[in-house]
């Protein structure tokens, strides 16, 4: 069965500092996807960056990066220059091609950026 | 645009009262997406549907009814709810359903409160 683990509950990071958010996930089916959700308190899922299993390049989208390693089965999101706005619970998520309909999360990590 | 909208953003209601919850999409989506969360949760699916047909119906009570009268909409109505099934309440859309890479966006969400 798909499973996606975050092994950070909460991390505190000072503003402009870069900051790494951990996801390891675990399938045996070789073709998936792996999003990044990041949810504001006032509850709105937003889209960050995703990355599909067979993409030869980590993803980037603006301050967003994937730092993908298959063969840990890691997909660690990474954002740069961290700003007060980034303060927020992020969501790792996996989608197999086998039973795409569900999306399956982590338990998320909430961010904390200080000024 | 990747813009979901829901309606209302907060709704309180008795356990005796019927309610519904609106989504809405203009993306051209043909899966649309009913998730509940409770606090420090992540998300957890509850329907889907796909071409207006539902698809997944992940063993919800039947105190809750959704319904898809068209490709733009998706409502869920709700009758004799618990307490307990106070949460956020997210709907989500994306293209196609099948499909590994195929990115789900959220709208903002519906607290309810069940008193």
């Known amino acids: 069965a798909q499973k996606i683990t975050q092994t950070q509950p909460g991390m505190f990071v000072q503003e402009k500092e870069a900051v790494t958010l951990d996801c390891t996930y675990d399938?045996?089916?070789?073709?998936?996807?792996l999003f990044w959700y990041k949810q504001p308190s006032s509850g709105e899922m937003i889209f960050l960056i995703y990355?599909?299993?067979?993409?030869?390049q980590n993803a980037t989208e603006g301050r967003y990066s994937l730092n993908f390693q298959k063969a840990r089965k890691s997909a660690n999101l990474v954002i740069s220059a961290s700003q007060l706005g980034d303060s927020a619970m992020y969501f790792c998520a996996m989608r197999l091609i086998q039973g795409a309909q569900k999306l399956v999360f982590g338990q998320g990590t909430r961010l904390t950026i200080n000024p | 645009d990747t813009e979901v909208t829901q309606t209302p953003k907060h709704l309180v209601m008795g356990m005796t009262n019927k309610k519904s919850l609106k989504c809405e999409q203009h993306?051209?989506?043909?899966?649309m997406y009913w998730y509940k969360q409770k606090a420090k949760k992540p998300p957890e699916l509850m329907f889907v549907?796909?071409?207006?047909?539902?698809?997944i119906n992940e063993s919800v009570p039947s105190r809750f009814s959704p319904e898809c009268p068209n490709s733009s909409l998706l409502n869920l109505h709700l009758h004799a709810l618990q307490p307990e099934d106070s949460a956020l309440y997210l709907c989500?859309?994306?293209?196609?359903?099948?499909?590994?890479?195929?990115?789900?966006?959220f709208g903002p969400g519906t607290r309810l409160t069940v008193l």
């Open positions: 993306m051209g989506h043909r899966a």
């Open positions: 990355q599909g299993s067979y993409d030869q």
């Open positions: 989500a859309s994306s293209q196609r359903l099948a499909v590994s890479t195929d990115t789900q966006y």
């Open positions: 399938t045996s089916d070789p073709s998936y996807g």
């Open positions: 549907y796909s071409y207006e047909k539902l698809s």
